[in-house]
Structures are given as structure tokens and as C-alpha cells.
């Protein structure tokens, strides 16, 4: 977790909570913790912010409708996972069948996939194309935070990377990137500053913007 301490205990408990259990309302979380509700509804809001939670509104046959709370795909890979070594190795493996070549065609087909995919999701302005591909990534576990600049352009900064092994054995998969932000917001200008697999930086940072 990015935030240590006490703090982080506390989040930590409540997403191992909803990992058993699916769904808890803050009644649910505050007893299980022993603290208040106004406590745990702090810490919700935190991690809601964070991409890691989320919320629907259940009602009630009588009485007000009530909040349950559930991991998103972010908050869901927190927990331990071996993706990244079962991938890094399979498309090794690839490699040595059939050729670096194959393993380029395949991140290809998953750009051209993912286009497919999300293309119908991002529309409107440029800033609502950005909005939409934050919104997207976050979802896919990227957790991203945007910034509109001064000369019109955007930050897009991508705090977690799914693929950053695979990545870093495989550049072929930062460029597919480059090229399916391009196509869904519809501009050449992109640019990617910084990379969480090549360097030692906490995120990937992109500068996007709709024209010269």
C-alpha cells in the first residue's frame, strides 16, 4: 500500500474484509474494526478514491436504502498474484518456439482487441476522451491520475503497472500502449515520459494532447 502506518492497517482490514466477503455495509466494517462509522466511512472514501472500492445502493423494504461496498479489479489485485511470472514465462516460451516476431503479433492483436474492446466507450470532447481512458485503465488496475495543463495538453499518470514484467522483458508491449491511446482518443500527439518498466520511477507519465 502506498500509505504506511496505522492508516494503512486499517484500509488493509478492510479490503481483506471485502475479499471474504464480497460485500459489507459500513455497519458491517465499523463493528468488525471496532470503531465508528464516521471512521470507516473515511477510509471508504479514501479507497473509493483510490479505484480500489466500490458502492451500490441497496434498498430497503422499509427504511433508507443502505451502501454496500465491493473490490473493484484495482482493489481486487492487491491481493497476491502470479500473473506477471505465469505471462512472462509463457510468452518466453513463445519466443523460443516461434520467434520473437509471434510474440510482437500477439501484443498486436491485443491492441487491436482492446480497441475494439473500449473504441465505443471513449467519445465526446478531447477532455471527455481523456476522462473515459482513465476511467478504463483505473478499472484495469492502472490507478490513474490525470491533470489538465496549462497549454491545453494533459498528464496522465499511471501509479500501477499489470504488465511491468512483462513489459520489461518485452518494450514491444509499452509501444502497443502508445499506439492504443492514440487510436482511442484520436491523436498523433502522445508522449510517454516516464516508464514504470524502464526506469526508477513510481509511474508511467503520458502527455497527451489533441493537437499541435
Known amino acids: 500500500m502506498v500509505v504506511l ?11 481483506t474484509m471485502l475479499k471474504r466477503n464480497q ?29 480500489l472500492i466500490q458502492a451500490r445502493i441497496e434498498r430497503q ?25 505465469l505471462s512472462l514465462g509463457i510468452l518466453q516460451d513463445l519466443e523460443k518456439i516461434s520467434g520473437l516476431e509471434v510474440v510482437d503479433q500477439l501484443f498486436e492483436q491485443r491492441r487491436n482487441r482492446l480497441e ?6 471513449i467519445s465526446g470532447s478531447f477532455a471527455e476522451r481523456v476522462a473515459a481512458l482513465a476511467r ?4 484495469n488496475g492502472y490507478m490513474v491520475d490525470y491533470q489538465e495543463l496549462e497549454d491545453g495538453s494533459y498528464e496522465f499518470k499511471e501509479y500501477n503497472c499489470p504488465i511491468a514484467k512483462v513489459a520489461k522483458e518485452y518494450p514491444v508491449a509499452c509501444k502497443c500502449e502508445h499506439q492504443l491511446f492514440q487510436k482511442l482518443l484520436g491523436t498523433e500527439h502522445v508522449e510517454q515520459k516516464t516508464c514504470i518498466a524502464k526506469g526508477k520511477t513510481s509511474c508511467c507519465t503520458y502527455k497527451l494532447k489533441e493537437r499541435s
Open 5 to 15: 502506518g496505522k492508516e494503512t492497517s486499517s484500509r488493509q482490514i478492510i479490503l
Open 23 to 51: 460485500e459489507q455495509t459500513v455497519a458491517d466494517l465499523a463493528a468488525e474494526l471496532g470503531v465508528t462509522e464516521m471512521a470507516v466511512r473515511r477510509h471508504l472514501q479514501g479507497l473509493e478514491k483510490d479505484g
Open 61 to 85: 423494504a422499509m427504511g433508507r436504502p443502505t451502501n454496500k461496498y465491493s473490490l473493484t479489479k484495482a482493489g481486487d489485485e492487491c491481493f497476491p498474484r502470479n500473473y506477471g511470472e
Open 116 to 121: 475494439q474492446q473500449y473504441g465505443p466507450e
Open 136 to 139: 478504463i485503465q483505473t478499472e
